[in-house]
């Protein structure tokens, strides 16, 4: 079977977060991170970079909020920016989750094929001890 491209160590969400390893530990205690696997830990590349996505979210929440707003239009302007911001993380994770949901799905294919093929061929060795009873 092909190793999983859409599974991180620690070590790689931590890169990927731009934390330590062991931050990303403390946001699996926190339960903001699921462990996929525990030995080594790992945990699902499309979480990370929910969580990503979260964070700079919030960043940019937070900077908005420290702005003063003179007037409607640049509140409006401000509102538009959050939500082509939202948007574009947005988009971004549900295409990370598509291309994870498509390799799922030509592995599970190939998975298919090689029970199937296993299936043939204890069928043919079956028929071949009938034959020689």
Do not use: C
Not at 18 to 37: A, N, T, Y
Not at 50 to 77: C, M
Not at 83 to 102: D, G, P, Q
């Amino acid at each position: 079977m092909k190793a999983s491209v859409d599974i991180y160590t620690v070590k790689q969400a931590s890169l990927a977060l731009g934390v330590s390893p062991k931050r990303v530990r403390q946001l699996i205690d926190e339960g903001k991170l699921k462990v996929h696997s525990r030995e080594p830990i790992t945990v699902k590349q499309v979480e990370v970079i929910l969580l990503k996505d979260q964070r700079q979210h919030s960043k940019r929440i937070n900077a908005y909020e420290g702005r003063r707003v003179t007037s409607d239009s640049a509140l409006l302007e401000q509102i538009k920016t959050l939500i082509e911001a939202s948007v574009t993380s947005h988009r971004l994770a549900i295409e990370t989750a598509e291309t994870a949901a498509k390799r799922n799905e030509e592995n599970l294919i190939a998975q298919i094929n090689d029970l199937k093929a296993e299936v043939e061929s204890l069928k043919a060795r079956r028929w071949s001890f009938r034959a020689r009873k």
